[in-house]
């Protein structure tokens, strides 16, 4: 899923100071379950966001709403109405869900609420690591399906750095060696012939820095 | 304009002068006399030469060395530095190490996407854009601090440029893109290739009602077309380049063998008008593989001998 962070509520009452009347949207996807934008978290945000703004001396009406996706059209034209009652909307969702929005209301300020953190799982209630950094590449295959291009802070393909110890990173005694839990990983598959593979410097066009990306899925477009 | 830089180039300027600059492109090899007979071919004729950081994304001799070669011959570089490539660990660096060397005058720039150079599987950096590696050099110089605040055993005093797009889009974001890279501490601008010589009187007339000029030193670019397929094709192919058709017409209108003469005349002629320019300050001339040619531009558009 997509990891986000509700943004602390000062920056928040920051963003919609110009605006008397606000939409709170939620989104019921990645952002619900990582508790940062679902029905929820827009509810208790709400109540945060009036009580601050009262001790504030500032008047605001809110209003709530949460659809099931705000990345996707057909959702976000459920919000229609009550986007066009608002004078900017919050929106709880991830980057693509706010820009998605932002494309199709053009008048309507949409501020986000929220901070996208990165593609993850979450590992233990209330712990969520990041996983994956949609390179568009994935070779996870001999990686024993642990990535170092997201998981090392070096995003080595050869092996550890002198800076791995006991386990650990380096950068962080809380933060796993990749390298380790990949060499863990192909010994239990029997797979310790991929640590030897030469790995070649990494084709990074199908990644953001090849420039924004595009999927065109010529047997869906109708 | 801070005036702890010490290079020719602020010298002429800020005494008036109208100053010559061209570009001097590294070798794709190790090679040093490449770079020493470019700096030959334009000793004498120019104030500075500018150094290109990786031009086009493609692999060659660093700037910084190829300045340090350009220095030992007696030409004073312009080490461009592109974001494009390093962070802003190793800017910072590079900046100290270069006037370690003697190298006095910077371009900030965020440089080619690699997608159009040699090695397109290249992860960008980008770190930082131009804008900030200007202001960065410009601390460093005015207040010797690094980007992290430390203060520096010796600052670098380096004389700051940055380029300017005039035929890029949006047009009217242009000038306050200019007035932003002069806020962040640019001394001098260098511009894309004028072709188009009313939009480029155009951003000029808006430069100066913010009052721009008179914060900043404009330094016009030309290049020196050598035939209609040149024309066409950097009107067509290269990012943010304005060729008019009646200029393309003009290099076709000419016989082969006359179209070099044809495109050097026209670039003298681009470099009188821009000298009747209020605020233009010199001339940048990026003859893309063709150093020889430089003297006799400078020559034929009366701009020698050089201070």
Known sequence: MIVAEQKPLSEIKEIIAPYKKILILGCGTCVKT??????????????????????????????????????????????APAVSRSEGVLSLACGAGVQALARRFAKTPVLPGVNTTFIGVMESQGIFTEE???????????????????????????GPCGGSQNGKCEINPDTDCAWQLIIDRLKALGQMDNLRKYIPPKNWRTSLSGGPRKLVREDHII | MSMNAQSRLQEILSKGEF????????????????????????????????????????????????????????????????TRDRNRIALQSDIMGAYSLGIKNILCLSGDHQSFGSQPDALNVFDIDSMNLIRTVQTMRDQGKDMSGFELNGPPRMFIGAAANPFADPFEYRVIRLAKKIDAGADFIQTQCIYNMDRFKEWMKMAREEGLTEKVHILGGVTPLKSAGMAKFMNNKVAGMDVPEPLIKRMAGVPKEKAIEEGINICLETIAQLRDIEGIHGVHIMAIEWEEIVGQIVESAGLTPRP
């Open chain 2, 19 to 82: 100053a010559v600059t061209a570009e001097c492109g590294p070798p794709r090899g190790a090679t040093p006399e490449v770079v020493r007979k470019k700096g030959e071919l334009l000793k004498g004729y120019v104030d500075a030469v500018n150094v290109t950081d990786n031009q086009t994304a493609i692999v060659r001799m660093s700037s910084i060395a190829a300045c340090a070669h350009l220095l030992q011959m007696g030409l004073e570089p312009v080490m461009q530095m592109v």
């Open chain 1, 132 to 158: 994956c950094s949609g390179c568009g590449n994935c070779r996870l295959d001999i990686f024993g399906g642990i990535c170092p291009v997201t998981r090392c802070a070096k995003k080595l393909l050869n």
């Open chain 1, 34 to 79: 990582c508790f940062a934008g679902g029905e929820d978290e827009v509810a208790v945000l709400a109540s945060a966001l009036r009580l601050a703004c009262k001790k504030d001396g500032k008047e605001i009406e809110i209003e709530k709403l949460t659809i099931e996706r705000q990345c996707e059209d057909e959702f976000i034209r459920e919000s």
